[in-house]
């Protein structure tokens, strides 16, 4: 499968931990890639700084679906199985002695 003109779902979708040029915190979930163009092409494709993450996306139909609105609710559920759990914190509850 290619990708599909117009897309870009995983430039958006996914968040990306690792810098990116011009975004050196990375991308959080739902954002859209500051290298996603107007034609919803990556300008990082097949530059040497593009991330590892994002070369891990295969256009495949598990991933992209039949249509964008599919592609983001895949990315997205993939997203949030693939998000690291919150730490719970719990505070003892002993009552201080006096």
Same mark, same amino acid.
């Given at each position: $499968?290619?990708?599909?003109?117009?897309?870009?779902? #995983?430039?958006?979708?996914?968040?990306?931990?690792?810098?990116?040029?011009?975004?050196? *915190?990375?991308?959080?979930?739902? /954002?859209?890639?500051?290298? =996603?163009?107007?034609?919803? =092409? #990556?300008? *990082?494709? =097949?530059?040497?700084?593009?991330?590892? /993450? #994002?070369?891990? =996306?295969?256009?495949?139909?598990?991933? #992209?679906?039949?249509?964008?609105? +599919?592609?983001?609710? *895949? $990315?997205?559920?993939? +997203?949030?199985?693939?998000?690291?759990?919150?730490?719970?914190?719990?505070?003892?509850?002993?009552?201080?002695?006096?």
């Amino acid at each position: $499968m290619n990708c599909r003109k117009g897309c870009g779902a #995983c430039c958006i979708a996914p968040s990306i931990s690792s810098p990116i040029p011009g975004m050196p *915190l990375g991308k959080p979930a739902g /954002v859209r890639c500051i290298h =996603l163009d107007v034609d919803h =092409l #990556c300008g *990082l494709w =097949l530059h040497p700084d593009r991330p590892a /993450v #994002c070369n891990s =996306l295969p256009a495949v139909l598990d991933t #992209c679906g039949n249509t964008f609105t +599919e592609a983001i609710a *895949l $990315m997205d559920e993939m +997203e949030r199985n693939t998000a690291p759990t919150s730490t719970i914190v719990r505070f003892r509850q002993t009552p201080i002695s006096t």
